[in-house]
DNA sequence: CATGAATGAGTTTTCATTCAT
DNA sequence: CATGAATGAAAACTCATTCAT
């Protein structure tokens, strides 16, 4: 029965990372404060540092594992066709109110200003690329990694803009998009 | 007479300006604090709210037009190539050790949560787009604006990526972005 | 069985002690904090107000309970030579790093401000100044007492000196410190 | 006339510096904090940042400030007689309300934390301590130094001591001093 | 005996802004 | 035009202590 303290606390944790993600997308990294984010979770202010050593380390954890927790949703497997993948990646910016999309960008930026939270963003980054890229490799693309560097950044920008300009009209873009998933037929009409 | 203390007066102001632009990518968007502007630009902390209504406003003043300049000074006109087009906007992402380049997303960020800044920032990327879907179209590119959208998108990412690993290659990348840019090759043409 | 328990909750309260003896010395009486405390003595946070009425009851204990056991440590009897007990005296500041001799110099402090611990300091130095002044009366000092007085207070700001500057001469005033201890021959050698 | 402002500020500095000294010695270095500061000076708390760079910074230029003018006025010239500047030195001790003489104390052990303020109670210290060795000198003393040094550290063992008990009696401990300031007469009177 | 979650008051410090001069 | 003092709110963080389990 001693858990039950456990447990409660292990909810606690939970509830003050998932109050972080919000708010860094609604206010943005640094206007995170730990009274805001106490009120989100609905638990007293001086909890937050009780669970975390500090705001920034709270701030990391939530990002990194929202994102991780983003790329394995999003499973890019070989029986997955081009379009239809492309069809997914730009679904994911359309969704949502500009919330999870702007968490990438904010991660980014905060990330250029803490060495630690970079080694960590850019593992994942770089294990998304490599994802990516495989994905392209195994349907043929003659240049994968250099094409999934451009696409990962194509997305991120679309959703920093797409948050600017929410009318911006994403349908579109995925005939240009598609022009990068398929290069090999370009050049070659025979 | 007088002329001299307007003088120094516009002196103050653009130099306040100068540094908020400088320190908006080195410390982050809500980092620049009053203390640590009138620092760098060399003057009194009083006269920040001498010469500016709000904190807010110079930061949004020094960021939109620290990227209008931007603008201006990358002219894309008829006469230049397409490939020559693309190896000087990225260019401008390559140069200045992840300076310039970091101020776009942070003013994207901050105009996500000021009106009017969203305004502001909402018209000259308007502007952008629309001068390099022009250009695009000169060269009888047959979808410029989403291309255009997609290229901006693509470039403001990349910009991220690159303050975040230094080490990216975008080199490699161009190759990518011109598929964007030759689109007419592909697939049917007839 | 029941002892075993018994058992470790004794070994948890002296290691608490001695974790408290320590980092009086390290970082100050007033730095002491239940959290580091705990860390140090290898036992979880509760257990300090488990085993102990509160913080400051701790730190007293500690502190009187190590004066006490010095005071205990360092017997002056009558069979030890003046000079002999001197070397004894002096060498207690020269030993350890700084560590138990600002242990004196941090506790007359806090016993300012804490009447129940002056109470107990009280005790423990008037009876080290009279077996101070009992050691020196059996060697026929004409003035024990006041004696005494001065010499412990000599020691504790030599401690306290030394600590401040560990190249402090501390052999170099034995010989003043033996003026002091042969005040017969002065005056009249006869 | 713009200078009362100014005049204002170095006013409140001042205030600032000489309720840090009382409080010091009121309450232990430790124990100072801001608010307290700012109530016993009379001032808002938030000008004690706008003076001082940091509490430390404050306490340190209070305490130094406070140990260099104590040393200003004592002077120890050479037409001061040994016995007069005796009475002097343990005067200074009996005076105020246990005030100024736990001054010394708490500082020597700040100052074995904080590098900055040792270097500059190490200053201090070697100062006074070589005009009491000049002025030991200057009576045909045959050991300046180390007397001094001994004198030094009796003087505020005496002074520690005699906060934790008001009814020590120094008027006694004079004579036993005075063993130190006239050793020629010991031993080899010739 | 022991644990760890929780609390509320406390700490230093930074800040944008105002204003008298 | 410019200065620097002042203010009050807010920031992150630490703490001793309590208590349910």
Do not use: C, Q
Not at 37 to 57: D, I, K, Q, T
Not at 82 to 110: H, K, M, R
Not at 125 to 142: D, E, I, K, Q, V
Request: zero cysteines; aromatic letters at 4%; glycine letters at 8%.
């Amino acid at each position: 029965m001693e858990r039950i303290a456990t447990e409660r606390g292990r909810e606690v944790r939970r509830g003050l990372l998932a109050a972080a993600v919000e708010l860094i997308t609604e206010l943005g990294w640094n206007a995170v404060s730990t009274r805001i984010l106490a009120e989100r979770a609905g638990v007293r202010p001086g909890l937050v540092h009780y669970h975390f050593a500090s705001l920034p380390a709270l701030l990391n954890e939530a990002a990194t594992g929202a994102i991780a927790r983003f790329a394995d949703t999003a499973p890019l497997t070989a029986e997955l066709s081009l379009d239809d993948g492309l069809d997914l990646l730009v679904g994911t910016i359309a969704e949502a109110p500009g919330a999870i999309s702007l968490l990438f960008s904010e991660t980014y930026l905060a990330a250029t200003r803490d060495p630690d939270l970079r080694r960590r963003v850019g593992e994942l980054t770089a294990a998304f690329n490599s994802s990516l890229a495989g994905w392209l490799a195994s349907h043929g693309h003659p240049a994968p990694s250099p094409t999934a560097t451009v696409l990962t950044a194509a997305l991120d920008g679309l959703a920093l803009h797409k948050a600017l300009d929410p009318a911006l009209d994403l349908v579109g873009t995925k005939a240009v998009l598609r022009a990068i998933l398929h290069p090999e037929r370009e050049g070659n009409p025979s």
